[in-house]
């Protein structure tokens, strides 16, 4: 199931500010920026997948869906205000499996998931 609208970002100049002036770290699988805005009452995701990963859709839609998972199921704990964006790499096709830990565990670092 996909993030619901409200928590998706979707302008493409959310997208070009959070690469800009966005704080980053990355994994082996992703480079995550994220930017807390207390102006906003909720959080938005968004997700960077190019045809650089993988040249079918299929396969790109996938990794949005195991991107998008647990930040679904765990959306009641994650902080409000935050902004933050996955720029998918090449490796994650090979480590499907981990995606879900390692989201939870950014978002974690990032101090936007709370530990309950």
């Given at each position: ?37 207390n102006s906003k009452s909720q959080s938005c995701f968004g997700f960077i997948i ?67």
């Amino acid at each position: 199931m996909a993030l619901p609208k409200k928590y998706r970002l979707r302008e493409r100049s959310d997208f070009r500010e959070l690469k800009s002036k966005g704080k980053s770290f990355d994994t082996p699988l992703f480079k995550a920026f994220f930017l807390k805005d207390n102006s906003k009452s909720q959080s938005c995701f968004g997700f960077i997948i190019s045809k650089k990963v993988s040249l079918l859709a299929v396969k790109r839609n996938r990794l949005k869906r195991l991107f998008s998972e647990p930040i679904l199921t765990n959306l009641s704990k994650v902080g409000q205000g935050y902004r933050v964006l996955f720029l998918v790499k090449r490796s994650c096709l090979k480590n499907e499996r981990e995606i879900s830990h390692l989201v939870l565990e950014s978002l974690k670092t990032m101090r936007a998931l709370s530990n309950d």
